[in-house]
T-cell receptor
Framework: GAGVSQSPRYKVAKRGQDVALRCDPI?????LFWYQQALGQGPEFLTY????????KSGLPSDRFFAERPEGSVSTLKIQRTQQEDSAVYLC??????????????FGSGTQLSVL | AQSVTQLGSHVSVSEGALVLLRCNYS??????LFWYVQYPNQGLQLLLK??????LVKGINDFEAEFKKSETSFHLTKPSAHMSDAAEYFC?????????????FGKGTLLTVNP
C-alpha cells in the first residue's frame, strides 16, 4: 500500500473485553514499532519488531498487552481484559531496514481505543 | 535515561510571523534529535532530524532546527508561518546506544496560525 494502514480507526470496548488492533506496514519494511499516545501526551514506545522477531517489548505496560508479527509483515497488538487506563491512540510505524537514524520512519494514523 | 521537554503546550502566531517551538532534551549519551508534525487525522511525519552531522538542520516546508549542546536544546523555527502549518509538533530524542531505534517524545506543542 501507499502508507502504513491501521484498523480499526476507532474502537470502543467495555472494560474487561479483549481487543485486537491491526497494523499493515509498508510492503517490504523490515522494522515495525508500536507506540501508545494518551490524551495530551506524546507517543510512548511499546514494542519493536525486526521482521517476525520481537526484539524489544520493554514498553508494554503489563502482561495484558501482547504483540505479534508472525510472518514479518502484518502486526497485531492485543490487549486482554481492557481497563480504562488503556484508553489511548495506538500508533504503528515502520521503516525500511533496521534503524531509524539514517532513514525515515512512517507512521499510521492510529487506532483510537476508548474503554468504557 | 533520556527525556524531552517542550516548553509551551500551545503556541499561537500570525500568518507571516516567525515560528519558534522550544525543545530541551536530557540524555546521558550523545543524542539524536527529531521533530515530527501531526496534522489532524494523519500520522506523524518527520520534519527534520539531527544525527551528529551539521548542528543546523534544515527540513521540509522551510523548517529548521539548531542543535545546541551547551543549552541542551533543539528549537524548531520557521521564518514565516503559513496557515497550513497549523498542527501539533513533537520533539523526540533517541540515543546512540544499542536501543537507538526507540524514540522518546515530548508532550507536543499545538501551533495555531491566525490570519
Amino acid at each position: 500500500g501507499a502508507g502504513v494502514s491501521q484498523s480499526p480507526r476507532y474502537k470502543v470496548a467495555k472494560r474487561g473485553q479483549d481487543v485486537a488492533l491491526r497494523c499493515d506496514p509498508i510492503s517490504g519494511h523490515v522494522s515495525l514499532f508500536w507506540y501508545q499516545q494518551a490524551l495530551g501526551q506524546g507517543p510512548e514506545f511499546l514494542t519493536y519488531f525486526q521482521n517476525e522477531a520481537q526484539l524489544d517489548k520493554s514498553g508494554l505496560p503489563s502482561d495484558r498487552f501482547f504483540a505479534e508479527r508472525p510472518e514479518g509483515s502484518v502486526s497485531t497488538l492485543k490487549i486482554q481484559r481492557t481497563q480504562q487506563e488503556d484508553s489511548a491512540v495506538y500508533l504503528c510505524a515502520s521503516s525500511l531496514t533496521n534503524g531509524i537514524l539514517n532513514e525515515k520512519l512512517f507512521f499510521g494514523s492510529g487506532t483510537q481505543l476508548s474503554v468504557l | 535515561a533520556q527525556s524531552v521537554t517542550q516548553l509551551g503546550s500551545h503556541v499561537s502566531v500570525s500568518e507571516g510571523a516567525l515560528v519558534l517551538l522550544r525543545c530541551n532534551y536530557s540524555s546521558s549519551v550523545p543524542p539524536y534529535l527529531f521533530w515530527y508534525v501531526q496534522y489532524p487525522n494523519q500520522g506523524l511525519q518527520l520534519l527534520l532530524k539531527y544525527t551528529s552531522a551539521a548542528t543546523l538542520v534544515k527540513g521540509i516546508n522551510d523548517f529548521e532546527a539548531e542543535f545546541k549542546k551547551s543549552e541542551t536544546s533543539f528549537h524548531l523555527t520557521k521564518p514565516s508561518a503559513h496557515m497550513s502549518d497549523a498542527a501539533e509538533y513533537f520533539c523526540a530524542v533517541s540515543n546512540s546506544g544499542g536501543s537507538n531505534y526507540k524514540l522518546t517524545f515530548g508532550k507536543g506543542t499545538l501551533l495555531t496560525v491566525n490570519p
